[in-house]
């Protein structure tokens, strides 16, 4: 049995029409990283970050997966209806696999759709969108926060990530510029330990991962990810035509 694990970044979003972080000079949005994505910056002006959050929550209204998103919703699918095991870890926050229809996911970064409370862990998704903070339904604190992980934060359900890198068969690295920790070391550890892997970006694979055995689909992540899954499942032995059982065939 083959278990597939997949590690997201940015780049997977970005013709969904999401700016990534490291294709604008450490801006992010026009904003220093260290005002808007860390704890010192929120302890400092809770307003700010807070309306530089709600602006993207904004921003994510219309925003649809890409071909990228969906090519592995189908790999899930497929690998899953005939034994094998699929998880897919995202660095991003934009909920758009969940949109998309992936099953199995970790949010390792957390998630722009939900706020939660920092005093008694109260957590809530919601279409709030108004630029007022606002406080805790359940204790009172004064404000909620947003529910995703900043700079210097721990990232959420390690013990799922790391055991999912640990046991996979084949590991696929799309859209990421692998330079946030820990997530940048999943690759390396694949590497080490004799996984297929697979890697997808628009720039040329990491000088520092030449001569590797590495599958590489440089491109644009609506084109090559399709491309890639492909890939998988014809080594794999698994047809892509296949006819997928769906819910209403069980009956
Ligand atoms: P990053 O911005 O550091 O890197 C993006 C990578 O995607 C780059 O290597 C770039 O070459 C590549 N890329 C750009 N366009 C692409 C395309 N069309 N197809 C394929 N690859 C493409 O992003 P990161 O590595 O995810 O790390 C930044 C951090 O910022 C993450 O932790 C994430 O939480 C956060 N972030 C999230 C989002 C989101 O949720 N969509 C957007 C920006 C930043």
Redo the contacts with the bound molecule.
Sequence with gaps: MALVVILT???????SG??????QNGLWENHDVGEVATPKGWMENPKLVWRFYQERRRGMQGVEPNAAHRALVDLEKKLLNNGHGFYLIT????GLDIKAGIQYIVEM?GALRRFRCEKCDYEVENDYLEDDLLPCPECGWVHLRPDVVWFDEMPHNPEIFLSAVNQCTHFVSI??????YPAAHFIHDALRDGKEVYY????PIHAHLLGMEIHEFQG???EKVPELCSNILKSLGISEKEELITDNDAS
């Design positions: 970044g940015a780049g997977i979003s970005a013709e999401i700016p990534t972080f490291r294709d660095q991003n926050i934009d970064h859209g990421t510029s692998g330079e946030v997808q970006n628009t720039d644009k992540a609506s």
